[in-house]
């Protein structure tokens, strides 16, 4: 059968970040360390380019290409443009920071850029294994760019954690990939849904499938009990590489979600929910629980990320429409959250000093009044607190829950959520209340500014103005 080049429009976006790595993996080794700052726009550059041809090829009906491995989707349209936008606010922030420390390298931008195409081809997966493809694409970069700084022991232990844990994950759902391909004889999402809504759970080979699929993505979410690398690889990885790996890949994290269990599995819905509701209200729990008990700010980010995921889950054991609408909407505003609330860390951070404990906030009102201001919304949106967007996604996810008569879930995700508000609220007193531990000046270029503004303000805007982007996650699962 002869090769149509128009199968390859869909994924225009995929190939423009593949040209770009290989661009800078080139040009970088052409560049003299002074002109290592190429690099950068040749990345920013690359990642514009590609949100445009995501949104020129973007809409219309479902598309299947590529032997149907391959799927253009509203869905996939809106999480890879959303993917791109926080990937590019993560290279802004963490220029800076590494161009301080000698690490403005070629290799953290393509390593970074392998990062967003194992994202991209796992949002466009249609087939087992075109998302494992990507996702181990994407999980090979990370484990290289959290060990990126190589004379810090921490974060060579972290790599290795990461590495052990993450080979532990990705084996498990293999095994359940393997199983459920097994007993459907497809590993296209398609047959195997249809495989699924005629045997039933009957099959027994498919029950277990399931179970290790759910444990492969728990993993992957960091959901508790499969939580315990999340706390040790924030703290111990460079904070522009926790930035990047605490916002985009949740997004990412989320499509494997919605593909493996919403497109493959939808017909057993009732079987994979119990276990979800399982993952949720141990992660809302363990996750706010051991957040007020830390000092360092990222460990208490990372137990933050684990509750959200409890969050985010509640909307996809709903099963409803509705349900998957408001959990792609959380992960989204999470990601956008996420990505400005590490970006002001390292704009805290400068040449021999991280920004790393919370005590490093103190008085931050009193050496740039505006960046307090940034941090104090971003923290009242992972509070839930209106009328930042941060509100607007918990109720959306609670009103999911209660609509489908699990009214006891949503009272637990509220107490676990009043609970979690006092360590977002006390970063606020240290900002605002507290004396400045130093008065070193805040040094961040324009561009950094201009972007943490964006994203502050995006946080405020789409909480007063959430229409827009419900509107398209609902379009997603119309």
Known sequence: MPFDAAQLLPILPEIAILVTACL????????????????????????????GLAGLVGGGERVLVLGDNVVRDTLGDVLKVFVLIVSFLAFVYGRPWLKDRGLLAGEFYVLGLFAVLGMLVMIAANSFLTLYLGLELLALSLYALVAFDRDSKAGSEAA???????????????????????ATGSIELGAVARAVSEHGIDNNILVFGIVFLVIGIGFKFGAVPFHM????????????????????????????????????????????QG???????????????????????????AYSTISHVGFLFLGLLAGSSQGYAAAMFYAIVYALTAAGAFGILTILS??????????????????????????????????????????????????????????????????????????????????????????????ASGGVRVAMTVNGLAVLLLGLFPATLLGLCQTAFG
């Open 350 to 443: 400068r040449e021999g000093f991280d920004a790393e404990h919370l005590d490093d906030l103190k008085g931050l009102n009193d050496r740039d009044s505006w960046y307090a201001a940034l941090m104090a919304i971003l923290m009242f949106s992972m509070a839930g607190v209106p009328p930042t967007v941060g509100f607007m996604a918990k109720l959306l996810v609670l009103e999911a829950v209660v609509r489908v008569d699990l009214v006891w879930l949503a009272v637990v995700a509220v107490i676990f959520s009043i609970i979690g508000a006092f360590y977002y609220l006390r970063v606020v007193k240290l900002i605002y209340f507290d004396k400045p531990a130093t008065d070193a000046p805040i040094l």
């Open 229 to 272: 690398w999340v706390p040790d690889i924030y703290e111990g990885a460079p904070t522009p590489v926790v930035l990047f790996l605490g916002s985009a890949p949740k997004i990412a994290a989320f499509a494997l979600g919605v593909r493996l269990l919403v497109d493959g599995m939808g017909g057993l819905h009732a079987d994979w």
């Open 160 to 182: 290795m954690k990461y590495f052990v844990l993450g080979a532990l994950g990705s084996g498990l759902l293999l095994y359940g990939i393997s199983m459920i391909y097994g």
């Open 24 to 51: 800078v993996l080139v040009v970088d080794l052409y560049l003299k360390e002074r002109d290592k700052g190429i690099n950068h726009g040749l990345t920013l550059i690359g990642l514009l380019v590609a949100m």
């Open 275 to 301: 276990m979800l509701v399982i993952l949720a209200v141990l992660s809302m729990a363990v996750g706010n629980l051991l957040a007020i008990a830390q000092t360092n700010i990222k460990r208490m980010l």
